[in-house]
């Protein structure tokens, strides 16, 4: 593992299983399961968007966070979510990591999501219509396989994403709580 792509997969591979177990329990095609992922998506995404100014992503964070508002309010949420705390300022690699890299994912759940027969679900198509941000991932891709994957700076890095993951994984107990 001589670059930082492999090492970030390598070490943070539990973690984000982990954050997809959690994910795959929301039931796209049912109201309460999108309104339980969008939940997770704004409470993470509002706590991680003044952090992540210096992230090849701030953009696509702020697009995600605005669509994934403006689904909740189409599903008539109105309540005010509670957000877990992001207690790090995170590594704007560790950022491009985990959000460039969700959308790979989120090509996965969108399937599920179209696949819903229910007219509220397939009427709040905000989220899931945003652009894929492959640019951002392959940008992303393409730093990471040039950065070696030892030293304080990767470290800290895969620490970071880790750190990201499991906050997340905070956002989708708490979209559930």
């Known amino acids: 593992m001589d670059d930082l792509r492999g090492r970030l997969r390598s070490d943070t591979r539990s973690s984000h299983d982990r954050l997809d ?5 929301f039931d796209l095609g049912e109201p309460d399961g ?4 969008l939940a997770m998506q704004l409470m993470a995404l509002t706590r991680l968007e003044p952090l992540a100014k210096n992230s090849i992503c701030a953009p696509a964070i702020h697009d995600l966070r605005a669509r ?7 599903l008539d ?3 005010a979510l509670s957000c877990p705390d992001l207690t790090f300022t995170p590594h704007p690699m560790s950022v491009d990591y985990v959000i460039a890299g969700s959308r790979v994912g989120t090509a996965i759940l969108r399937k599920r999501w179209l696949a819903s027969k229910n007219a509220e679900v397939r009427a709040t198509s905000a989220y899931f219509s945003a652009p894929t941000y492959m640019d951002m991932w392959r940008a992303f891709c393409d730093r990471a396989t ?4 030892s030293g304080p700076q990767a ?3 895969v620490g970071d994403a880790i750190g990201l993951f ?3 994984g ?8």
């Not at 177990?21 to 329990?25: A, I, K």
């Not at 994934?68 to 189409?74: C, P, Y």
């Open 170 to 177: 905070h956002c989708a107990a708490s979209a559930c709580a």
């Open 77 to 79: 949420e109105t309540t």
């Open 34 to 37: 999108l309104r339980s992922f």
């Open 21 to 25: 177990r959690h994910v795959s329990t």
């Open 146 to 149: 040039r950065e070696t994957s």
């Open 155 to 157: 470290d800290r890095i």
């Open 68 to 74: 994934a508002e403006f689904d909740l309010r189409g």
């Open 166 to 168: 499991d906050f997340y």
